[in-house]
């Protein structure tokens, strides 16, 4: 019984290090990756809000993570975290050129207290969040094997797409996002 106690708590471990070492990542990329911006184009369900299931994770210490799932280009679902805190959003490069992304630019080296990463600007043009259109956007591409390891995501996303909506709620209670238009 220890020995699977303390397994777990590894386990835990490892997925909250992999989470720590995305956003950082996804913090020094801001710094380096330009935007393309267009309009949102998405249409609510009830002309008011769209509600999107969400699966909320519940880490050592605390720590809480949401997690949506995504299609891009009319496949997937693949796992997002949430990240309202987040000024871009993030998805793994091996994910990125499997889906035939377009790179929006040559690849950067970002540094910061974490070490030297390489990350390469796509452009997503197709994507969506349940039954929300996600506006058309240049995010960061980065290695995330780590992350997609341990905790089975994929990329994230952050405030650059999600102030497309008038708000964003996480209702932890009932494990869904609600977006306003």
């Not at 777990?8 to 913090?27: D, E, F, Q, S």
């Not at 369900?45 to 994770?57: E, H, L, Q, Y």
């Not at 390489?118 to 960061?140: E, F, H, N, Y």
């Not at 341990?150 to 996303?157: P, T």
């Amino acid at each position: 019984m220890a020995r699977r106690s303390r397994s777990m708590r590894n386990t835990h471990t490892r997925w909250w290090r992999a989470l720590a070492a995305l956003v950082l990542t996804l913090a020094l990329a801001g710094c380096a990756t330009p935007q393309l911006t267009m309009p949102f184009t998405g249409v609510s369900a009830n002309g008011k809000s769209i509600t999107v299931p969400a699966r909320i994770r519940h880490g050592a210490n605390g720590s809480t993570l949401v997690v949506v799932d995504l299609t891009i280009n009319g496949k997937g679902p693949y796992s997002f975290a949430l990240d309202t805190g987040a000024s871009l959003s993030l998805i793994d490069l091996q994910l990125a050129q499997r889906l035939g992304l377009p790179v929006a630019g040559p690849p950067e080296d970002i540094s910061g207290v974490g070490g030297t990463e390489r990350v390469t600007p796509v452009t997503v043009s197709k994507w969506a969040m349940g039954a929300a259109t996600l506006p058309a956007r240049t995010i960061t591409s980065a290695p995330l094997s780590d992350l997609r390891r341990s905790a089975g995501i994929v990329g994230l996303l952050g405030s650059d797409v999600l102030s497309a909506f008038s708000s964003v709620t996480i209702d932890y209670a009932n494990s869904v996002i609600i977006l306003t238009t």
